[in-house]
Structure formats: structure tokens, C-alpha cells
């Protein structure tokens, strides 16, 4: 196997390990990861347009993530105001209830950052993450996730 093979396969290898965990962990807030990508943004930025959130998902390609918000709509963690400033946008923030589950999602998430920290100890990350960045950079997953980074 060449190197660039094997780095594809252990880049999706990990994605889906960590995907895995992630999803196992949230199963009984009884919610996706891509789910709870969108309550950390609405939580992170308060209340943003359909097409802003969808700008910074890394989950989803396109920018219209209509189909994840009618899904926490219509269990009461996100909700849809027409904007005061253009009728045509619709604004989403969350609901008591989100934030609430927003909170969860954040433990999880640390739990998750600590066993990735304990398993890159004694590693380059600083080297990793930047093959990475350039790796994506340009890239509509990529450009969604520097949006995410310049904003914070």
C-alpha cells in the first residue's frame, strides 16, 4: 500500500472511529452527531439564518441543512422565527430545551477531546493538524470549518 493510500484510509478510519464514539455517547440524549454539530453552532453564536448555519457545518454538504433543523424543530430543541429585518430568512435559535441539551453535548464533546489529548501524547499535533488544514483548505468541509475558526 503507498503511503497516500494508507494516510486516505487511516484519515477515514479515524473520522469514523471518532464518528463511532460520538454517536454512541450522544444515543441517549437521543440525538446524531450532526445533530448535535448544529446545537453547539446555535448554542456558539446564538441565533443565525438557515443558510449561515449550513456555512459552518462540517457535517453536511451544501449549505442548506433543512432536513437536520425540521428534525430538532419538531422535538422542540431549535426554533424558527421569520427575521424582523427580511421576511425571507428564516432566523434559528435554541430552545430552553436545547440549551439544556447543549450543555450535555459539550461533556460529551470533552470526554471525547480528553481520550483524543491521552491518545496524541507524545505526537506532533501541531504537524498533523496543519498536513490537515492544508489538506482541506479550499475544500467545502474545510472552508466551513475555517469559517467556524475565524468567527470564534
Do not use: K, W
Not at 497516500?4 to 437521543?30: C, H, K, M, V
Not at 421576511?87 to 477531546?113: K, M, N, P
Not at 496543519?130 to 468541509?141: E, I, K, Y
Amino acid at each position: 500500500m503507498r503511503p497516500a493510500e494508507e494516510l486516505r484510509y487511516l484519515i477515514l478510519a479515524a473520522q469514523r472511529e471518532g464518528n463511532r464514539l460520538l454517536a454512541q455517547a450522544l444515543r441517549p440524549l437521543g440525538i446524531t452527531p450532526s445533530q448535535a454539530e448544529v446545537i453547539r453552532i446555535l448554542r456558539d453564536r446564538g441565533s443565525l439564518t438557515l443558510n449561515g448555519l449550513g456555512d459552518l457545518l462540517v457535517c453536511e454538504s451544501g449549505n442548506s441543512p433543512s432536513r437536520l433543523v425540521d428534525r430538532l424543530t419538531s422535538v422542540g430543541l431549535v426554533d424558527r422565527q421569520v427575521s424582523a429585518h427580511d421576511r425571507r430568512h428564516i432566523e434559528l435559535s435554541l430552545t430552553e430545551e436545547g440549551q439544556r441539551l447543549a450543555r450535555q453535548i459539550i461533556e460529551i464533546e470533552d470526554d471525547l477531546y480528553r481520550s483524543i489529548d491521552a491518545a496524541a501524547e507524545g505526537h506532533d499535533l501541531d504537524a498533523v493538524t496543519a498536513f490537515l488544514r492544508a489538506f482541506v483548505t479550499g475544500r467545502p468541509a474545510g472552508e466551513a470549518l475555517a469559517r467556524r475558526i475565524t468567527a470564534e
